[in-house]
Every structure is written in structure tokens, then in C-alpha cells.
């Protein structure tokens, strides 16, 4: 288990932390750009969570929205690999889930941006069953 995540102690599941996938973060932290991590590393929400902001930042709302999408959906296939079971805590504080976190965060502002108010929300809600602190570690705490 990561040093800083504990055990529920309520008797809830224990936290899931995805494995390192060190071949596609070196690839990123080398500067390759993230739309060719992804393409070599399709699984790797990493790489979606930065073209999603990428593409939020250029103004191009339905692209972020598309691509933190791609980048959710391909977590939540890490997660159920990795013994999630649909809840229970996915911790900010260990590095490897924090594309998946970056995605649902990217997916929630872009749903807000173009209207869609509920999954906005929802988004909201996954983040903050995940994990209390993801939230205020993106963007000052404002998904949506």
C-alpha cells in the first residue's frame, strides 16, 4: 500500500492505486507531445488528461470534452483491472491515479462549459468519493 494511503477504517474498500506505467510517464515528462503518448500508449489516461487541458485551454470545449472522456473511460477499465469494484477511494495522493482523477476533473469542467449541468454534477460527486483532496489539488477546487 502507498505510505500516505491508509485503510478504510469504517470497513469500506480499500483504496485503489493503479500500477506505475513508467514507459508512457517518461514519454510525457521527456515533453513528447501527449497526442503521441496516446497514440503509442492508448490505456495511459495521462496522456488524455493533457490533451484534454490542452485543448480546454485553446478554447476548444468539445475536443477537452472528448478527449476526457476517452481518457475516463480507459481509467475506469484500470481501475476494474486493478480490483476497484465501481466505489471506494481512488487517492490524489498516489501519482499513478491521477490521470484518471485529471480526466473526470477535465470531463466535469467541459460538461459545465457546454451545458450539461447533471453530468457535471456527477462528475463532481465521482471525484469527491474518490478522493476529498482531488478536487482542491486541480484548478483551486472549481469542477464545473
Keep these: 500500500m502507498h505510505p500516505n494511503v491508509h485503510s478504510n477504517l469504517l470497513g469500506g474498500p480499500d483504496p485503489t492505486l ?13 515533453g513528447d507531445d501527449p497526442a503521441d503518448v496516446a497514440a503509442r500508449f492508448p490505456a495511459y489516461s495521462a ?14 470545449t468539445i475536443e477537452s470534452y472528448a478527449y476526457a472522456r ?12 486493478n480490483g476497484w469494484k465501481g466505489h471506494g477511494p481512488v487517492p490524489w495522493s498516489h ?37 476529498p483532496d482531488a478536487i482542491g489539488a486541480m484548478d483551486g477546487g472549481q469542477v464545473g
Design 47 to 60: 496522456a488524455w488528461a493533457d490533451l484534454a487541458d490542452r485543448a480546454y485551454g485553446n478554447g476548444s
Design 18 to 30: 493503479l500500477p506505475d506505467e513508467a514507459a508512457p510517464r517518461s514519454a510525457l515528462e521527456a
Design 70 to 81: 476517452v481518457g475516463y473511460h480507459r481509467g475506469l477499465d484500470a481501475l476494474r483491472r
Design 95 to 131: 501519482a499513478p491515479n491521477r490521470g484518471f482523477l485529471r480526466c473526470l476533473y477535465a470531463l466535469g469542467r467541459a460538461a459545465a462549459a457546454i451545458g450539461e449541468a447533471d453530468e457535471a454534477q456527477r462528475c463532481r460527486d465521482f471525484l469527491a468519493d474518490s478522493d
